[in-house]
Nanobody, 120 residues
Framework: QVQLVESGGGLVQPGGSLRLSCAAS????????MGWYRQAPGKERELVAV???????NYADSVKGRFTISRNNAGTTVYLQMNSLKPEDTAVYYC??????????????WGQGTLVTVSS
């Protein structure tokens, strides 16, 4: 079984920081892009940041300069460092990854979601 497991959400005051983590596990041969999406109440899921296997990164305009995506050396864990958080960053954050399993299947995986609440 291949899966993504997230951690790190919670309640933080405006201007504060949080770091999210997402670890891939299971019978994985390779991982391509890994990224973070979020979904606020009543809104559609949107891309926050993505990190490709080649090392490039992209961010939503709304988080540029505040959020940083990174991966561990093995490329199996992705992090999202969130600084200068705003109330409008409140959402459920989902990890996403494109993987190839050891039996050659290409899968798109989603984490279980972690709630980030920015409020005073």
């Amino acid at each position: 079984q291949v899966q993504l497991v997230e951690s790190g959400g919670g309640l933080v005051q405006p201007g504060g920081s949080l770091r999210l983590s997402c670890a891939a596990s299971g019978s994985i041969y390779s991982i391509n892009a890994m990224g973070w999406y979020r979904q606020a109440p009543g809104k559609e899921r949107e891309l926050v940041a993505v990190s490709t296997s080649g090392g490039s990164t992209n961010y939503a305009d709304s988080v540029k300069g505040r959020f940083t995506i990174s991966r561990n050396n093995a490329g199996t864990t992705v992090y999202l460092q969130m600084n200068s958080l705003k109330p409008e960053d409140t959402a459920v954050y989902y990890c996403n990854a494109g993987v190839v399993t050891k039996v050659g299947r290409s899968l798109e995986l989603w984490g279980q979601g972690t709630l980030v609440t920015v409020s005073s």
